[in-house]
């Protein structure tokens, strides 16, 4: 039964990807009209509020698409309803979510090119059945939602893949996005967001996609990898048993999990990896406690991290 909901999932996310693909014009459409009017935007605005997010009322940015923020101080408006309902909902034009610690951790991944936007939507949603909240923009690229466990740093990085250079950007404390209903926005998949940490889907987008990083938009170092500047050869198995324990307490299914760690691996340790050592490791992890020990060293490699940038 359960394999069988799996498959429905996955049939309903790709019907949904190639008719939002065929479609001219991907504008919130609810009962024949167009969702930008300010009464539908207030009820979003309440829903949103609901599952511990902060709504933003949007004007016209100078391009024409409805993504400013109107309010003033809108980076300091806490998840209160006050505060949000003092906002002047009556001129937006579009609705926002403000992201990082005042929306529960909410993280964003902005794909700012059309076909690794598909791409990433095609291989995570449609064939990973990646179960997230993920909005397509006014100008077709993607959004893909996560909750971190710590609001982290926003930033923005260029990548190589297919010949051309794409940017992306992981926003998160201090930063906002416009969302569904506004006007040219619609829904890929309504679902929780995934509880990982943006640097974390970084990765799986580049292993997954083949893509290449080159730099960031601020300074010219390249993006760290745990494997490659923390974990030793000998120290690889440990390694695997603690990461694939974080993927285990995140709620990302075994045999996800095993996918993940294949591809991490195998992409910095090319030579002598063997897959069904892989796979007994992170099997191992899924049914075992983690070590304090362990558990320390993780904390390490994520302050790490977090210093680098």
Not at 98 to 117: F, R
Not at 249 to 268: E, K, Y
Request: with cysteine; hydrophobic share 35%; proline share 5%.
């Amino acid at each position: 039964m359960q394999g069988k909901c799996q498959r429905l999932q996955g049939l309903y996310a790709q019907t949904a990807y190639l008719m939002l693909m065929i479609l001219p014009n991907r504008g919130a459409i609810k009962g024949g009209k167009r969702m930008n009017g300010s009464t539908e935007l207030k009820d979003y605005a309440n829903e949103y509020f609901k599952r511990g997010w902060v709504p933003l009322a949007l004007g016209y940015d100078s391009q024409g698409y409805p993504k400013r923020p109107l309010a003033t101080a809108w980076t300091s408006i806490k998840h209160d309803k006050e505060q949000v309902r003092n906002q002047p909902w009556d001129n937006a034009k579009g609705i926002g979510i403000l992201l990082g610690s005042h929306s529960n951790n909410l993280g964003v991944i902005d794909i700012d090119d059309v076909e690794m936007a598909q791409a990433v939507y095609q291989r995570f949603i449609v064939e990973m059945g990646i179960q997230t909240r993920w909005i397509w923009t006014a100008r077709n690229r993607g959004h893909f939602y996560v909750r971190e466990r710590t609001p982290s740093k926003s930033r923005a990085f260029k990548l190589q893949w297919q010949g051309k250079e794409v940017q992306i950007e992981l926003k998160s404390e201090g930063t906002q996005v416009a969302t569904y209903p506004s006007e040219g926005y619609s829904v890929g998949l309504d679902a929780p967001p995934i509880e990982l940490d943006l640097d974390y889907v970084f990765q799986l987008i580049q292993e997954k996609l083949g893509a290449r990083f080159t730099r960031t938009t601020i300074t010219s170092v390249g993006y760290p990898s745990p494997w490659a500047e923390l974990v030793s050869e000998g120290d690889r198995n440990k390694a695997i048993y603690v990461e694939a324990h974080q993927l285990r307490q995140a709620g990302v299914p075994l045999n996800l999990a095993i996918d993940i760690m294949v591809a991490r691996v195998g992409n910095h340790f090319a030579e002598g990896v063997k897959s069904d050592e892989i796979t007994n490791t992170v099997t191992s992890a899924y049914r075992k406690p983690v070590p304090e020990l362990h558990t320390d060293r993780l904390r390490k490699e994520e302050s790490d991290l977090d210093n680098y940038f």
